[in-house]
């Protein structure tokens, strides 16, 4: 008994995800109900993985990225980390470029990141190495394309600026206050410009510390 109940809902469960597999008729009114809450359900989950993002997309493109989403499979991540990582990825390839809302996917993608690397992240002791250096593999840097206070302004119901050129640049890292702060112009040439062996000690040594920038293995 307990073997054919763990089959009905192995085959109840891959149906509710659209496999042809229903041991009950999927034209009924109780599987057409259960599609409809897990759908909603779903729906509500990535909507709550990728608030920040959504708050700045007008109404109907954000119904309709999040029914994409939730067609090819999402919304059924089992921690909400896990799924805002998978949704931020998705909105992330497909958000115009350049908009706050894409600016605000990085942003919160990078947080994630450098949230990650701050169990693991250990500064290295004074001196620091020589030689080539790269991105800390828990960095990224950013660009806003209107001040950035200005932009989580809108996040809180503030009205958004317009979207100019990428004229602000934000650091993230696991070395950071908060896990991140504002670029200076030298950084973030020096971050684009990556690998890169010429830029002033002072300048690596502080971005090594911070772990925006770290020596390869």
Not at 3 to 26: N, V, Y
Not at 34 to 59: F, I, K, N, Q, Y
Not at 76 to 101: G, K, N, Q
Not at 138 to 156: C, E, I, Q, S
Request: proline fraction near 10%; charged fraction near 20%; glycine fraction near 8%.
């Amino acid at each position: 008994m307990t073997g054919s109940l763990a089959a009905f809902q192995s085959r109840l469960g891959r149906a509710l995800m659209g496999e042809d597999t229903s041991p009950i008729d999927p034209r009924s009114a109780g599987f057409r109900f259960t599609m409809t809450v897990r759908r909603s359900w779903c729906e509500g989950r990535a909507m709550m993985a990728a608030r920040p993002v959504l708050a700045l997309m007008p109404d109907v493109e954000k119904r309709r990225l999040v029914s994409d989403y939730v067609d090819q499979g999402g919304g059924l991540a089992l921690f909400l980390a896990a799924e805002s990582e998978a949704f931020l990825a998705f909105l992330a390839r497909r958000l115009p470029d350049p908009s706050h809302a894409l600016t605000i996917c990085r942003m919160s993608q990078a947080l994630a990141r450098a949230g990650a690397g701050v169990s693991m992240f250990v500064p290295p002791r004074q001196p620091l190495r020589t030689g080539p250096v790269g991105r800390g593999r828990h960095a990224a840097l950013v660009w806003f394309h209107a001040d950035p206070g200005a932009v989580m302004m809108a996040l809180r119901g503030g009205k958004l600026p317009p979207v100019g050129p990428p004229d602000h640049a934000v650091l993230f890292a696991p070395g950071l206050p908060n896990l991140f702060r504002t670029a200076t112009k030298a950084e973030a040439a020096l971050w684009a410009e990556l690998p890169a062996a010429n830029a002033p000690p002072a300048l690596i040594a502080r971005l090594v510390m911070e772990g925006v920038l770290a020596y390869p293995d």
